[in-house]
């Protein structure tokens, strides 16, 4: 019988529409009376949060992390219940920061439990399922939502509202799930994990756009309260001229900064030698996050910082896929 551990932690999938029509938070989960028709499996329950995922801070990640980092010693897998808004962020950190072999699958919904058409309970179960598969071990943290099985490294949320939000641009799906069986389309490299104490960083994260000057990023300069900043370029990775001017100005002042791209799909890398060219920045210390957008890049960034990586470990850490 395997044994499985089950982490709500709030949002749409544990909430349900008023009178009025509003979705709310309820005193009680209703995933906590879900039954199963599942094969022979022991859940250990733990309402750890019942919060909005736009409330999820570090802080709570890290509990969560803290709850989990060894958890192969007593379960066979887990599974974590989330807001949607947020559940990349959380996923990602917690693939960033375990080193386990166990399946961590995480899931949400898009309608609230009472809401026609809810899909909450139907991707809890595929949840579930896929915690409980002999081939989902040694796959990093999974994104499982709409028959979908996703990478944590790579998944996003793409629709404000569509049950088929999630997608992962760069490589697709990791599997699907059909009403017989878990399919794995391919398996991933296993990457760099670090363990993780605290999460008082500050990396605020900003995005760039035609015209952008400098003169804000120069603030952050002179600025004592925060640690790192994440820039989502344009292209490839690209600035305007002030605002490469406010980079070096960050960078004088020993502020690492991270170039990730503002689009949607590929990766950032250095490919022009002006400035505020890729190439340009680079030379001038910028890391390029590659295959991350902006708030999994600020988590790396953050994860890196709070272990003290030297800058050619910072650097190779961001860098990898």
């Known amino acids: 019988m395997k044994k499985i551990l089950v982490l709500h932690t709030g949002g749409t999938i544990a909430m349900h529409a008023a009178a009025d029509g509003d979705v709310e938070v309820g005193a009680e989960n209703p995933l906590n009376q879900a039954q199963f028709d599942l094969p022979a499996v022991d859940l250990t329950i733990d309402n750890i949060f ?27 897998g887990v599974v974590i219940t989330h807001g949607t808004d947020t559940l990349e962020e959380t996923s990602f950190f917690l693939d960033k920061t375990l080193d386990l072999t ?26 579930l399922r896929v915690a409980i ?23 996003t949320k793409t629709h404000a509202t569509n049950v088929a939000t999630f997608a992962s641009p760069i490589s697709g799906p990791m599997g699907m799930i059909t009403k017989r069986q878990i399919i794995f389309f391919y398996d991933l490299p296993k990457t760099m994990t670090y363990p993780i104490a605290s999460v008082s960083k500050k990396i605020p994260v900003m995005k760039a756009y035609a015209g952008m000057d400098g003169q804000i990023l120069s ?3 002179e600025s004592e309260h925060i640690d790192g900043i994440i820039i989502e370029a344009l292209g490839a990775g690209n600035l305007g001229e002030d605002a490469a001017r406010g980079v070096q100005e960050l960078l004088d002042a020993d502020i690492p900064v991270v170039i990730v791209s503002r689009s949607f799909n590929g990766i950032a890398e250095p490919v022009y030698d ?32 709070e272990n003290g990586l030297s800058a050619g470990a910072l650097t190779d850490f961001l860098h990898e896929f």
């Open 50 to 76: 019942n919060i909005p995922s736009e409330h999820i801070t570090p802080e709570h990640m890290l509990t969560l992390y803290k709850r989990l980092k060894d958890a192969d010693k007593s379960y066979d």
């Open 102 to 127: 166990i399946p961590v699958v995480m899931t949400g919904a898009m309608r609230s439990s009472n809401e026609l058409g809810s899909d909450g309970l139907y991707n809890f179960q595929s949840a």
């Open 133 to 155: 598969d002999e081939e989902a071990s040694n796959r990093g943290v999974m994104v499982v939502l709409n028959d979908e099985i996703h990478a944590a490294r790579f998944v």
């Open 219 to 221: 603030l952050f300069a």
């Open 274 to 305: 002006y400035l505020g060219g890729g190439i340009q920045l680079e030379k001038s210390g910028a890391i390029f996050a590659r295959a991350v957008n902006g708030q999994k890049a600020r988590l790396k960034l953050l994860i890196g910082l």
